[in-house]
């Protein structure tokens, strides 16, 4: 969700500002600035997170069919909605330049007050506009802002986005369902392909160099199930009920690790992990 923020955000600022690509835009922490010469720099950075009292929609919605049974067709699950606060500063080599190029990111900002559908990223649409406010008072008092950020104090904006974040939405496309081909005992010797739902799946990559690890033994600690990742260093678990599982790793030249992962719904549960060599 908060990258998709940024992302959004940066997009906008980036075509509507004298900033040529979103390369220009930083998402650290405001302290962390560029080099003198590096050329003018905007930086957007989230320092809170918090449930909107706007938007109290949470919870099951239940679709139903006109049939005789009237059993529901479809459960789903209306998302939570989050403030998420941003301060916006600028930095050049003079502060002529800064002013110009924040006069420039208020400009765009105020006609996005209420952000169209169509200038949000994909993974934010389906919900309608998104609103946000631009330069009110920060959710934090903004002396103590600036202090708990341990720099002084700039012309800065303060930018509060309204987005939804689904809970639910957890399955990973690439391995959501693993197909299986399984050979038919009849006389044939025709290939049936069955489908079954993945309950975990990860990927395995190197802390160092983040490639996948191939051949990594998985094991769920204290069930008679083990695996081995693959050349991608994808591995997958089927058949298991609800609830928390320990993983445990062990790859050749790496220390054994354990991973907690928490399956809560049907769907896919997708976890990566890092391996740390020995």
Aim: net charge negative; charged share 20%; hydrophobic share 40%.
């Amino acid at each position: 969700m908060l990258i998709f923020v940024l992302q959004t955000l940066a997009e906008i600022l980036a075509g509507g500002t004298s900033l040529t690509s979103t390369e220009q835009i930083e998402f650290s922490h405001p302290s962390n600035r560029k080099e003198e010469g590096g050329g003018p720099t905007l930086n957007l950075y989230i320092y809170d997170i918090r449930e909107s009292k706007q938007f109290q929609q949470s919870g099951r919605q239940v679709e139903r069919k006109l049939t005789r049974s009237l059993q529901p067709a479809t459960v789903s699950w209306t998302p939570n909605w989050f403030d998420v606060s941003l301060l916006l500063t600028v930095w050049d080599r003079t502060a002529l330049g800064e002013y110009h190029l924040m006069s420039e990111a208020l400009t765009v900002l105020l006609r996005h007050r209420s952000l169209r559908e169509e200038f949000l990223v994909p993974e934010l649409r389906g919900y309608g506009n998104l609103t946000m406010t631009v330069s009110l008072d920060p959710t934090i008092e903004a002396g103590s802002l600036w202090s708990a950020l341990t720099i002084p104090l700039r012309p800065a904006l303060y930018l509060t986005m309204t987005v939804p974040f689904e809970a639910q939405s957890t399955s990973v496309p690439l391995v959501w369902q693993r197909i299986l081909q399984l050979q038919n005992q009849l006389q044939n010797g025709s290939i049936e392909t069955v489908t079954k739902q993945v309950a975990i799946a990860g990927i395995v990559k190197s802390a160092v160099t983040n490639l996948p690890l191939f051949a990594t033994e998985v094991k769920v600690v204290g069930m008679q199930k083990s695996t081995t990742s693959d050349k991608e260093g994808l591995f997958f678990f089927e058949d298991l009920r609800l609830g928390n599982y320990v993983l445990t790793l062990n790859c050749p030249d790496y220390l054994l690790q354990n991973v907690n992962v928490l399956v809560d719904s049907p769907n896919c549960t997708f976890k990566e992990v890092l391996l740390t060599p020995a």
